[in-house]
């Protein structure tokens, strides 16, 4: 049955119009993304098979050009439009974080920095750096890796806070396995790199491994 003759409150469009878009299921952000479907097929149902192909929305979103347009109904003009609006919600999230402003949304951090690493194929070790008055300075990305994880080396931590006059640190990391419980090697990472910062007199303030669709926070469990 096409979306059309849908009853209204169920067609996608018009439930985010009403409800707000964190009421859909990703099947439906997804087909208002694809707008049309392909013969025999609504645009949601193709969206529940590419889903269900990709085997996530994440992903999906992480695939390559030629990964994503062998899907289903999906082509270099998808592709484009696709990854442009990944990046206007990078660029939104990172605006997020005022550099004028001092850090005070942990949840903003927690999305920006997921947004910037959940998608990565390899583990990544990044840093965001602060000023006194907790203010952002700069995100760089430290330490790549393999699919198992990155060597992250205490003294080239130090040197990039020091190069950027931070005063405080958050660290983040990614799990490509897609599972954030942090293992007892990300523990003990975080205690060297809060000990050599310390000596600098560099506050760190948080430590997030980021999963899939999920990221778990050292301060949070307080082991910070």
Known sequence: MPITDWPVDERPREKLLDRGAGALTDAELLAIFLRTGVSGMSAVSLARELLDDYGGLAPLLAADEREFCAGHGLGTAKFVQLQAVVEMARRYLAERLDRSEPLTDPAATRDYLTARLA???????????????????????????????????????????LRHNAAAAIFAHNHPSGIAEPSEADRSLTRRLSDALALVDIRTLDHFVIGAGEAVSFAERGWL
């Open 119 to 161: 998608r990565q194929p390899h583990e990544v070790f990044a840093a965001l750096f602060l000023d006194t008055r907790h203010r952002v300075l700069a995100y760089e990305e430290l330490f790549r890796g393999t699919i198992d994880g990155a060597a992250v080396y205490p003294r080239e931590v130090v040197k990039a806070a």
